[in-house]
């Protein structure tokens, strides 16, 4: 009956609630508890009876369990939400560039308790054992804090510190066992670098270690096309492949493999960091070696059920852990349906018995398809929700490039060991090691150019697919008679419909205006007459940015841009122009006169050192330079579109100076929709050019809880006294206007 797995199903169930539903799980359990009852008092079967309480209890306790979690461990935590003054933390790993400066790991004491914090610096480089002193804003992660709770309580960091003055930091006085870990990763991705050549240096470091700060972002976006993503983020993947090798190794001897496996699992899940898929990898294997141990049965969904149970307890919040989400929804994919999927397409392709090569061919195949297939049961809701991907050609990719990962991935680990002999024989193993490496690479990169190889969640009708499939999927494995054949073609079908919807329906819209939520920065998509022109592209990160335009208009069927125009290069305009053109070209590009760090290249390239005009059908748009040439705000180039029935201007970051100028150049009409200057700083859209432009709504790109204050109090009164609407992507999301 599995007891574990039943009572793990609402432990974590009541954990996900908890998380999720912060202010509504006290209601939620107590009706979960009713409905329970009224069950209860209603089931016949004592088997169903049984399983019922199983996982009521562990509702109950998991509930519980939250409870006091919440009151020893986050609320110490959240007494520093907000918090501005002196902290000391003791850094725990090396630190790592970000996009802004630098960041390191580390422990702190609130209370007398200690918790791991981020901390973000300037850009300074810290070892373990360093100490960080100084002045810094405080904010934590887990639900209730002030700003939307992130990512990092899943991995149990529920405190984050930024600089708010003056900080030192303080090399470390003794060395410590503890940082061994952290110590031989760095020596590891250190002989990664002088051992492999370049273009597979980037692949290796992140196949063995998880870290992928080398691959391209080009790489990146064919890893997620084809769905292999997983391959490159330490996962039950690598544990498994490390257990095998280390199988291999030992003879698959009891003994040694206990006396070694258990000291290298603890060993690489701590130079992998613990992330929630290493950690339950590496319990399951702990488990199946105590099953050899003491020669147990081992039953795999047992063992799931308790390393998902173990690592719950530690950390509640470890179940907002997209690693985690993924990774358990993976394993339970494959083993409740890879046995039946397989034997479906083993009875369906045939050939697959004896022991001839192609026996064994076949049945290879049937089985990486089958796996692939079940993995994927789960885990395409998960990156459609979170990564806004559905990859269609996913469970080709897999067979034809995972095949290899195995052999790759023993091979760089063999390279490595051998480069600390001799650098030499280190160097010659990589360059061995590097021709699979470039064959994985070759293949994601083929397979990502295929039509279709993905569709995306920025359609509607996307959505709409995927629940409907889920949905048949559900009521056939209800029915007794199966046809997997009609389930294949009602997918099919019921795509291709979804597709046509997409890709048609901009075409009947006069005009689309699409202001992107990129958080902190600009990017807006303004489509007439065919035609689709992008101005700016920037945003809190810049390749966030160029994914979510880039998915934007691949739902809409659209793979090349007719023009982008970038207003300045301020980071959070521009700063995913690159990435984005990598992936979506254009035929025209329009930039300011001004210096410009990144070369940006397209069909045709115009630097507007002044007005330039583009006329097409009944779409007119007309770009105005500015006369200050600097690389300032009042720099900026400002857009005015005009098709059917409207007319939206767009200004940069000009303040009421720059905004003075332009009416000065240009007669601007009277307009349907304004984009704020300045993301609605205080010092753009004033009450002068409001009057002379008399806006209908005014739209305002600006990131939720922004350092800056936007937009400013000011600017929004003075836009309410010019009696227009006001739409603002922080508020709403991606804004899309239609006519």
């Not at 689709?532 to 809190?540: F, H």
């Not at 800056?708 to 009696?723: F, K, M, N, V």
Request: proline share 3%.
């Amino acid at each position: 009956m599995r007891i574990l797995l039943w009572f793990a199903l609402g432990f974590g169930a009541a954990c996900a609630c908890a998380a999720y539903l912060s202010a509504l799980w006290p209601w939620l359990a107590v009706s979960v508890i009713f409905v329970a009852a009224v069950v209860f008092l209603l089931c016949k079967k004592k088997k169903t009876f049984a399983l019922l309480l199983l996982v009521l209890a562990g509702f109950l306790t998991g509930t519980l369990w939250y409870r006091l979690y919440s009151g020893a461990v986050l609320a110490p935590a959240k007494t520093m939400d907000g918090f501005t003054g002196q902290i000391s933390v003791t850094c725990s790993d090396y630190s790592h560039e970000s996009e802004y400066g630098s960041v390191a790991e580390g422990m702190m004491y609130v209370q007398g308790k200690s918790y791991r914090v981020r901390v973000y610096l300037k850009g300074e480089k810290v070892t373990p054992g360093d100490r960080i002193q100084g002045v810094f804003r405080m904010r934590y992660t887990a639900p209730g804090g002030q700003q939307d709770a992130t990512f990092h309580k899943g991995e149990g960091i529920f405190l984050l510190a930024y600089p708010a003055g003056e900080y030192t930091v303080q090399e470390r006085q003794t060395y410590d066992l503890k940082y061994v870990p952290a110590a031989l990763r760095e020596k590891l991705l250190d002989m990664l670098e002088r051992i492999f050549p370049t273009d597979t240096e980037g692949f290796a470091r992140a196949l063995l270690l998880g870290d992928s700060s080398r691959l391209s972002y080009e790489t990146m976006t064919d890893f997620s096309v084809t769905g292999i993503r997983h391959v490159i983020a330490v996962s039950g993947l690598h544990v498994a492949i490390l257990f095998s090798f280390l199988g291999y190794v030992t003879g698959k001897r009891r003994l040694p493999m206990i006396l070694i496996g258990v000291p290298v699992l603890a060993l690489f899940a701590a130079m992998a960091g613990f992330t929630p898929s290493i950690v339950r990898a590496c319990i399951m294997q702990l488990v199946m070696l105590l099953a050899l141990l003491t020669k147990r049965e081992y039953d795999t969904l047992s063992a799931l059920a308790f390393a998902v149970l173990a690592m719950l307890v530690a950390n509640p919040l470890t179940v907002t852990s997209v690693s985690f989400q993924l990774s358990v929804g993976s394993m339970v994919g494959i083993l409740v349906f890879s046995g039946k999927v397989y034997r479906r397409v083993t009875d369906v392709i045939g050939g697959n018995k004896g022991k001839s090569l192609r026996a064994r061919l076949v049945r290879f195949l049937c089985k990486s398809a089958s796996v692939s297939i079940s993995a994927m049961v789960f885990t395409t809701p998960l990156a459609a929700f979170y990564f806004g991907t559905v990859s269609l050609i996913g469970v080709i990719s897999n067979v034809v490039a995972l095949w290899v990962i195995s052999f790759t991935f023993c091979g760089i680990l063999i390279a490595c060991l051998l480069g600390f002999l001799w650098l030499p024989l280190g160097s010659a193993a990589a360059w061995v090691v590097s021709f699979p490496v470039r064959y994985v690479l070759q293949v994601s990169a083929a397979l990502a150019k295929f039509p279709l190889a993905a569709v995306y969640t920025e359609s509607g009708w996307i959505v709409a697919w995927l629940v409907l499939c889920y949905g048949m999927l559900g009521v056939y494995l209800l029915c007794k008679g199966r046809r997997t054949a009609r389930l294949c073609f009602a997918m099919v079908l019921s795509l291709c419909l979804s597709l046509t919807a997409s890709w048609l329906l901009p075409l009947t819209e006069s005009y689309r205006i699409t202001v992107l939520d990129v958080g902190q920065g600009q990017c807006i998509l303004l489509q007439s007459d065919g035609r689709t022109y992008m101005v700016d592209c920037g945003g809190d990160y810049g390749e966030d940015t160029a994914d979510l335009a880039a998915r934007t208009l691949l739902s809409q069927g659209i793979g090349r841009l007719d023009g982008m125009i970038l207003t300045h290069f301020d980071e959070d305009h521009s700063g995913g122009a690159g990435y984005f053109l990598s992936r979506i070209p254009t035929d025209l590009l329009i930039l300011p006169n001004m210096p410009n760090e990144e070369a940006l290249a397209s069909k045709k390239t115009l630097i507007a050192d002044s007005s330039l005009q583009i006329a097409y059908e009944d779409t007119f748009i007309a770009v105005f330079a500015s006369d200050n040439l600097t690389s300032g705000n009042e720099s900026s180039l400002c857009v005015l579109f005009q098709a059917e029935n409207c007319d939206i201007l767009i200004t940069g970051d000009r303040s009421m100076t720059g905004e003075l100028e332009l009416l000065q150049k240009a007669a601007i009409p009277d307009l349907e929709y304004l984009v704020a200057g300045h993301h609605g700083a205080a010092a753009s859209t004033g009450t002068t050019f409001l009057n002379a432009v008399k806006p209908e709504t005014v739209l305002i790109s600006v990131g939720k809880d922004n350092d800056y204050g936007h937009p400013a109090e000011q600017t929004l009164q003075r836009i309410e006294a010019a009696g227009a609407k006001v739409l603002r992507t922080d508020e709403e999301g991606t804004i899309i206007i239609r006519g």
